[in-house]
Structure formats: structure tokens, C-alpha cells
């Protein structure tokens, strides 16, 4: 009988000592919802209650205050298409340790915010974005924006000129006309090409396409979530509202704005980006011409009032992972000195 205890005691052990590995790695691949429940931002996430098309929707938000002496000032980041707010972590302790307060939200229809199936409108974003300033109080913010959060904030600057101090636009998509190149691509056909796309493809698709200069593991926990999330019950919604993000970038361009904004800007370039969406659909013969980056922004930024180009050799499409010290180094600078 005192074998037996010792034995029961000794499996009981075994079990509990495996246990916490054995539930870290079925975490790693676990389903996750639609709202990246159970996914870990790095500072807490609140919520602000919106109507989008009837429906009610959620706004998810880090408010993250200034660390030390406050300089009274609040910088308003902006994510891409293919990320959660959380990337911009790097970025948040560079403000909030030199002084500013960092609003970082998540779009509806990314990260952990609604997942709305309707049209999507930068006119919409940028009215939702506002909102989220009225309800924290904030009369006027500098905006930092990733990407398609640069075609956003070029609109929220058009719209909502008042409430924007400055611009940082990093690595900004929207910089050409992608109608001029990239033919209309039926809803049908962008579900069907995305619910095909599989951990492989995507991550070769984020490599390749932004042409970055990190290594592949880098990028590992955009490609997970986006695996974990397939197996969610509300994926077909999730897919439908991705889907239909691609197709504002398309049709509601803001190139031709773009030089009418007085606001003091920013671009920051990588000079590898040559990221064009929709090229893939585009005619072979047009391509080529499609994502010169640096050399939009240069042109975009001798046309507007207050405006430069920053471009930097050897990086791709995410500056703020690819180059977060002269990245930072960068924003701050031009901050202080509006």
C-alpha cells in the first residue's frame, strides 16, 4: 500500500510539473476570438461604445500616460492594415518617457475593436476617431500613423483640422492613385484569395511585400494571430471586414489631398518600401511603376506647405520595428519643435 501512495504521489507530481508547459504550448496555437480576447496588449485596454450602420460596435483604446514631468501634450497613434495596436509598443515608451501621453487605439475592424461587416469609409474612421478624442477630453493631439493609419490621418487632418497639431506618417500607404493601376477586384474574389492564405503565405507575403529587413520570427506573432483567429466562430465576419478594408484603400484615395494639408508633416520612409496594394491584380506592364515610396513622399512633401521627407537606407515597410531608434529619434525631434 505504501508503494502504491509513493507511486500516486510520484504520477500526481509528474502531472503538475508538465502541466504549465503542456498549457503554455495549447495557448500558443489556441483558437482566439475575433476581438483577440485572451491576446495580451502591453498596457490596459479600455473601451468606448459607438454606432457604426445601426449596429453597436466597440472601440478598443490604450490610454497611456506620460511617464515623469507631463509636457501637456498627446500623441494619437494611428495602426496598419495587417496590425494590432500593440505593435506600436516601442513607440509608446519612447513618447510617454520623453513626456507625452500616447492614445493608441485599434480601428473598428482590427485588433481587439468591433468587427463591423459594412463599407468601410476614412470618413467613418476618422469621424470614430474623433469621438474617442471628444470622449477623453482632448481638444488637440499629434498624430503618429503606420500605413493605411496614414491614409486615416490624412483624412482626419482634412476633416478635423482643429484637432490636429502635427503629422508623423510612417511608411504611409495611399501616396498614388492605386485605380489608375489596379483594376476593380470583386468582394468574391478577395474572400476567396484571403480565407486561402495560410500561415506560409502570409508571412511570405509581409516579408516580401514590405520588403523587411527583420528576420522572419520577428513577424511570428502577426502570422499567429492571424492563424488563431481562423478558428473563431465569427471568422467568416472577421474575413469580411478585412476584405472590405482593401477596398477603401482602393477606391477612396487620398494622394490628392495630401498637398492641401497645412498641418506641420512628417513622412518617415523606409527606402526598401515599395509596397503598392493591389499590385498583384495590376497589368504586367504597370507593376514596376507601382509602390515608389520614398520618391512619392519626397514629391508630396515638396508640394505642401510645411512638410519633409526622411528616408531611410536599407529599410522596408515597418520603420518603427526595422529602425525603432532613429525612428523615435526622428518623431520626437520633429515633435519638440512643433
Do not use: C
Not at 122 to 148: K, Q
Not at 175 to 193: G, H, I, K, Q, S
Not at 218 to 229: G, K, T, Y
Amino acid at each position: 500500500m505504501d508503494a502504491l501512495l509513493r507511486l500516486s504521489a510520484l504520477l500526481l507530481a509528474t502531472q503538475i510539473s508538465l502541466t504549465p508547459a503542456l498549457a503554455q504550448g495549447a495557448d500558443d496555437a489556441a483558437p482566439l476570438g475575433i476581438g483577440l480576447e485572451g491576446f495580451a496588449y502591453p498596457h490596459p485596454v479600455r473601451f468606448l461604445d459607438l454606432t457604426r450602420d445601426g449596429e453597436r460596435q466597440r472601440l478598443a483604446y490604450m490610454d497611456v500616460p506620460a511617464e515623469g514631468q507631463a509636457n501637456g501634450r498627446t500623441a494619437l497613434l494611428l495602426h496598419g492594415r495587417n496590425f494590432p495596436a500593440s505593435y506600436w509598443q516601442p513607440v509608446i515608451q519612447a513618447l510617454t518617457k520623453a513626456g507625452y501621453r500616447a492614445v493608441v487605439p485599434d480601428q473598428l475592424g482590427f485588433g481587439k475593436s468591433a468587427k463591423p461587416v459594412g463599407p468601410y469609409s476614412f470618413d467613418t474612421m476618422a469621424a470614430d476617431t474623433v469621438a474617442l478624442l471628444d470622449a477623453l477630453g482632448l481638444a488637440r493631439v499629434d498624430v503618429v500613423a503606420h500605413s493605411m493609419g496614414g491614409m486615416l490621418a490624412v483624412r482626419l487632418a482634412r476633416n478635423a483640422p482643429d484637432r490636429v497639431n502635427s503629422l508623423v506618417l510612417e511608411a504611409p500607404i495611399g501616396l498614388e492613385d492605386y485605380r489608375f493601376t489596379v483594376p476593380p477586384v470583386p468582394n468574391a474574389t478577395l474572400l476567396r484569395l484571403e480565407g486561402e492564405a495560410t500561415a506560409e503565405s502570409y508571412r511570405r507575403q509581409l516579408m516580401t511585400n514590405y520588403a523587411l529587413s527583420l528576420p522572419a520570427s520577428a513577424i511570428e506573432p502577426f502570422v499567429s494571430l492571424r492563424e488563431r483567429v481562423k478558428g473563431s466562430g465569427e471568422y467568416p465576419r472577421w474575413l469580411q471586414s478585412f476584405v472590405n478594408s482593401y477596398q477603401a484603400i482602393w477606391g477612396q484615395p487620398v494622394v490628392h489631398e495630401i498637398p492641401l494639408i497645412r498641418q506641420p508633416t512628417l513622412f518617415v520612409m523606409g527606402e526598401n518600401d515599395h509596397n503598392a496594394p493591389g499590385k498583384p491584380f495590376a497589368p504586367e506592364a504597370l507593376r514596376a511603376g507601382m509602390g515608389r515610396n520614398a520618391e512619392h513622399a519626397r514629391a508630396l512633401a515638396a508640394r505642401m506647405p510645411n512638410a519633409r521627407a526622411e528616408v531611410l537606407p536599407g529599410i522596408g515597410h515597418l520603420v518603427h520595428m526595422e529602425a525603432t531608434d532613429r525612428f523615435n529619434a526622428l518623431t520626437l525631434d520633429f515633435l519638440n519643435g512643433h
